[in-house]
C-alpha cells in the first residue's frame, strides 16, 4: 500500500481560495482541486471528510481573507469607516469572483464578520460611540450613517461586478465619498467639515 500523501490542510483552502479568485467558484470540486495541488483527491478527502465541510471550511477562510484586507485605517471613526468600504469597493475591481462568493450567504458575512457586520449592534457598539464623540452625533444618526454606507457601498460593489454601471475606480471612490459627506450634512455636520471627515 503506497504512503499516503501529506498535504497540509492550509494548502488546500489556500489552493480553493485562488481557485475561486481566478475562476469562480463554480470551478470548485474535488477533481479540480487535486488537479491543481498536483495529488489525487485522498489528501482532501482526509483533511475534510467531505466536500461539504471543505466548503464550510473555505467560505471561513475566504472571509479571513477579506477581513485581512479590510483594516479600518484613519484619524477617526469616519475616515476608519470609509476605508474599510474603499477597500472593498478595490476588492470589487481586483477580486470581483471573491465578492460573488461571499455575498452568496450574506446572513454568514454579517455572523462571521465582514463589511456586513455592521449590522451586528453589539459588534458596532464601540465604533458608533467613537463616531458620536469625535464627530458630534447622537447614536442613533451614527447607527442610521453606517448603515446606509454600508447598504450604498454593497450596492455599489453589487453594481460593478455584475457589470450594472461602468465607472472607473476613481469614480466609484468619489461616488462612496459624497454619500458619505451628505449624510453626515443630513446628520447635522457642517459642509466644510463632513468633506474632510473621510480625508483624515
Same mark, same amino acid.
Request: aromatic fraction near 8%; proline fraction near 5%.
Given at each position: 500500500?503506497?504512503?499516503k500523501?501529506?498535504?497540509?490542510?492550509?494548502?488546500?483552502?489556500?489552493? /480553493?481560495?485562488?481557485? @475561486?479568485?481566478? !475562476?469562480?467558484?463554480?470551478v470548485?470540486?474535488?477533481?479540480? #482541486?487535486?488537479?491543481?495541488? $498536483?495529488c489525487s483527491t485522498q489528501?482532501?478527502?482526509?483533511?475534510?471528510?467531505n466536500?461539504?465541510?471543505f466548503?464550510?471550511?473555505?467560505?471561513?477562510?475566504?472571509?479571513?481573507?477579506?477581513?485581512?484586507?479590510?483594516?479600518?485605517?484613519?484619524?477617526?471613526?469616519?475616515?476608519?469607516?470609509?476605508?474599510?468600504g474603499?477597500?472593498?469597493?478595490?476588492?470589487?475591481f481586483?477580486e470581483?469572483n471573491?465578492?460573488?462568493?461571499?455575498?452568496?450567504d450574506?446572513?454568514?458575512?454579517?455572523?462571521?464578520? /465582514?463589511?456586513g457586520? @455592521?449590522?451586528n !449592534?453589539?459588534?458596532?457598539?464601540?465604533?458608533?460611540?467613537? #463616531?458620536c464623540?469625535?464627530? $458630534?452625533?447622537?447614536?442613533?444618526?451614527?447607527?442610521?450613517?453606517?448603515?446606509?454606507?454600508?447598504?450604498?457601498?454593497?450596492?455599489?460593489?453589487?453594481f460593478?461586478?455584475?457589470g450594472?454601471?461602468t465607472?472607473?475606480r476613481?469614480?466609484a471612490?468619489?461616488?462612496l465619498?459624497?454619500?458619505?459627506?451628505?449624510?453626515m450634512?443630513?446628520?447635522?455636520i457642517?459642509?466644510?467639515?463632513?468633506?474632510?471627515?473621510?480625508?483624515?
Open positions: 500500500m503506497p504512503p500523501t501529506q498535504i497540509p490542510k492550509e494548502m488546500i483552502l489556500k489552493t /480553493g481560495l485562488d481557485l @475561486v479568485i481566478r !475562476e469562480g467558484y463554480e470548485i470540486n474535488i477533481k479540480r #482541486l487535486a488537479k491543481e495541488l $498536483g489528501p482532501i478527502s482526509w483533511s475534510f471528510g466536500m461539504e465541510a466548503r464550510e471550511e473555505l467560505f471561513q477562510y475566504a472571509l479571513n481573507y477579506m477581513n485581512s484586507k479590510m483594516r479600518p485605517n484613519g484619524k477617526n471613526p469616519a475616515a476608519a469607516l470609509f476605508s474599510v474603499e477597500t472593498y469597493v478595490n476588492m470589487a481586483d470581483p471573491l465578492i460573488r462568493y461571499l455575498r452568496t450574506s446572513k454568514g458575512l454579517v455572523n462571521l464578520g /465582514g463589511i457586520a @455592521v449590522f !449592534e453589539e459588534k458596532n457598539k464601540s465604533l458608533r460611540e467613537a #463616531l464623540r469625535v464627530v $458630534g452625533i447622537s447614536e442613533e444618526k451614527a447607527r442610521e450613517f453606517m448603515n446606509t454606507v454600508v447598504i450604498y457601498t454593497q450596492g455599489l460593489v453589487t460593478i461586478i455584475d450594472t454601471i465607472v472607473s476613481e469614480e471612490m468619489r461616488m465619498e459624497n454619500v458619505g459627506v451628505m449624510h450634512v443630513y446628520a447635522g457642517p459642509f466644510e467639515k463632513a468633506s474632510v471627515l473621510f480625508k483624515e
